[in-house]
């Protein structure tokens, strides 16, 4: 990718987000619009129409003001310490942030008026941040996660051009095993065709296992909207022998229960074969007895 980034200042009136229902967090908080990771699947892209905008990769803003703003929120005596879901649209740790270091001001936050969070990144830049995070963790709960979708470099540098190479990624998930964190491997989306082979979720789960996270969490690919055509665009270029099955599994937005059926029961065997937990809450409703 180019390695040319301009990123614009917007301020924003609310730092916190609240959700329509807790999965099992209530709150987003989301530094920038856009990602620079440019993953092809990405659901957000959507999120660009607001801004009167088609460059979900490429024309990237940040909320300057965030930092004063969530400490308005956190300090706000009907704050209830809920978990707040750090980047559920675009990703935190994105390239921009490492000009902005806005993650280092929002982690002194957490501390300050212990608040848990999670994490979830395509990124090894959260090592910059590992002192903060170290501390927040033995505070409260705070989940830290690498959503890493294949071991095959080669696919991952297509799908996925502005993120760090895969065996990067659960390097840091061992390096966040030193703290109290909650640390864990997010395999979404497997991909029909691409990222679901046995081959592929076998080496995931070898990764996770030596890099002893808490728990693997997969989800299957789903399009809609504007992210369907990229996806396609996507495949049609790199992989066009792809596409008529990919299309006539996606007649609708998700793919068959008799597909899923089968795929989740390969993740599962192999969770079970290589000892990794299915339960993405449990280390939080023991932090937060």
Same mark, same amino acid.
């Given at each position: 990718?180019?390695?040319?980034?301009?990123?614009?200042?917007?301020?924003?009136?609310?730092?916190?987000?609240?959700?329509?229902? !807790?999965?099992?967090?209530? *709150?987003? #908080?989301?530094?920038?619009?856009?990602?620079?990771?440019?993953?092809?699947?990405?659901? /957000? @892209?959507?999120?660009?129409?607001?801004?009167?905008?088609?460059?979900?990769?490429d024309d990237i803003h940040v909320k300057s003001n965030i930092v004063d703003v969530l400490e308005r929120e956190l300090s706000s005596p009907g704050w209830k310490r809920e978990v707040?879901?750090?980047?559920?649209?675009?990703?935190?740790?994105? !390239?921009?942030?490492?000009? *902005?270091? #806005?993650?280092?001001?929002?982690?002194?936050?957490?501390?300050?008026?212990?608040?848990? /969070? @999670?994490?979830?990144?395509?990124?090894?830049?959260?090592?910059?941040?590992?002192?903060?995070?170290?501390?927040?963790?033995?505070?409260?709960?705070?989940?830290?996660?690498?959503?890493?979708?294949?071991?095959?470099?080669?696919?991952?540098?297509?799908?996925?051009?502005?993120?760090?190479?895969?065996?990067?990624?659960?390097?840091?998930?061992?390096?966040f095993r030193k703290t109290n964190a909650s640390v864990g491997l997010h395999v979404m989306p497997i991909i029909p065709y691409l990222t679901d082979s046995r081959e592929n979720i076998?080496?995931?789960?070898?990764?996770?296992?030596?890099?002893?996270?808490?728990?693997?969490?997969?989800?299957?690919?789903?399009?809609?909207?504007?992210?369907?055509?990229?996806?396609?665009?996507?495949?049609?270029?790199?992989?066009?022998?792809?596409f008529p099955p990919l299309q006539s599994m996606y007649k609708t937005g998700g793919a068959g229960k008799e597909y899923k059926d089968s795929l989740y029961r390969v993740v599962n065997?192999?969770?079970?074969?290589?000892?990794?937990?299915?339960?993405?809450?449990?280390?939080?409703?023991?932090?937060?007895?």
């Amino acid at each position: 990718m180019d390695n040319q980034l301009t990123v614009k200042e917007i301020h924003c009136e609310s730092a916190l987000t609240r959700l329509k229902r !807790k999965i099992p967090y209530g *709150w987003d #908080l989301n530094i920038y619009r856009g990602c620079r990771h440019a993953c092809r699947y990405c659901y /957000a @892209i959507y999120s660009h129409q607001y801004l009167n905008s088609d460059g979900f990769y490429d024309d990237i803003h940040v909320k300057s003001n965030i930092v004063d703003v969530l400490e308005r929120e956190l300090s706000s005596p009907g704050w209830k310490r809920e978990v707040v879901n750090i980047g559920g649209v675009t990703d935190s740790y994105q !390239k921009a942030e490492e000009t *902005w270091q #806005l993650m280092p001001e929002i982690l002194k936050l957490l501390i300050k008026y212990r608040t848990p /969070a @999670i994490i979830s990144t395509k990124s090894t830049l959260p090592l910059r941040d590992f002192d903060l995070i170290d501390e927040l963790s033995h505070i409260t709960y705070i989940n830290i996660a690498a959503t890493i979708t294949t071991t095959d470099e080669n696919i991952r540098q297509k799908l996925e051009p502005g993120s760090a190479p895969s065996a990067e990624r659960f390097a840091m998930l061992k390096q966040f095993r030193k703290t109290n964190a909650s640390v864990g491997l997010h395999v979404m989306p497997i991909i029909p065709y691409l990222t679901d082979s046995r081959e592929n979720i076998e080496a995931l789960c070898i990764g996770a296992r030596e890099s002893g996270v808490h728990y693997m969490l997969p989800g299957t690919l789903y399009l809609r909207g504007e992210t369907r055509k990229v996806f396609f665009d996507f495949i049609q270029e790199n992989y066009p022998e792809l596409f008529p099955p990919l299309q006539s599994m996606y007649k609708t937005g998700g793919a068959g229960k008799e597909y899923k059926d089968s795929l989740y029961r390969v993740v599962n065997e192999l969770r079970k074969k290589y000892g990794i937990s299915s339960s993405y809450t449990r280390p939080m409703k023991e932090k937060m007895k």
